[in-house]
């Protein structure tokens, strides 16, 4: 079991920029994946990015070149950077782990974040809201 808490939600206003935190609990030498996903005022939860142990990120396709995902494995830190900000990116942001599954599932991740046997464990979430 891992707990994930996230940090860096806030306001912006469109166009702006802002990083995202979360802070794993557990050790990370081994194979795990990391994710960032989203959920918008009543729709499901959406994929973002997601790396895993060989430090490989895959995004979701309508999200590629404005979020950056990222880990610092000597501070157990995931990191979501976010660029050129839209209305449509307010969301509740989550960051999810798992510490034992391979690359070939992390991938999966990105587009079923909620699937059995892919992300196991989750954090609070952290709203950014985005103004125009």
């Known amino acids: 079991q891992v707990q994930l808490a996230e940090s860096g939600g806030g306001s912006v206003q469109a166009g702006g920029s802002l990083r995202l935190a979360c802070t794993v609990s557990?050790?990370?030498?081994?194979?795990?994946?990391m994710a960032w996903v989203r959920r918008t005022a009543g729709s499901e939860r959406e994929g973002i990015a997601v790396?895993?142990?060989?430090?490989?990120?895959r995004y979701r396709a309508s999200l590629k070149g404005r979020f950056t995902i990222s880990y610092d494995d000597s501070k157990r830190m995931l990191y979501l950077d976010m660029k050129d900000l839209e209305a449509d990116d307010t969301a509740m942001y989550y960051c999810a782990a798992d510490l034992y599954l391979p690359p070939v599932l992390c991938a999966d991740a990105v587009t079923k974040p909620t699937a059995d046997g892919l992300l196991s464990n989750w954090g609070r979430g952290t709203q950014v809201t985005v103004s125009t």
């Open positions: 557990a050790s990370t030498d081994s194979r795990y994946c």
């Open positions: 790396i895993d142990s060989g430090g490989r990120p």
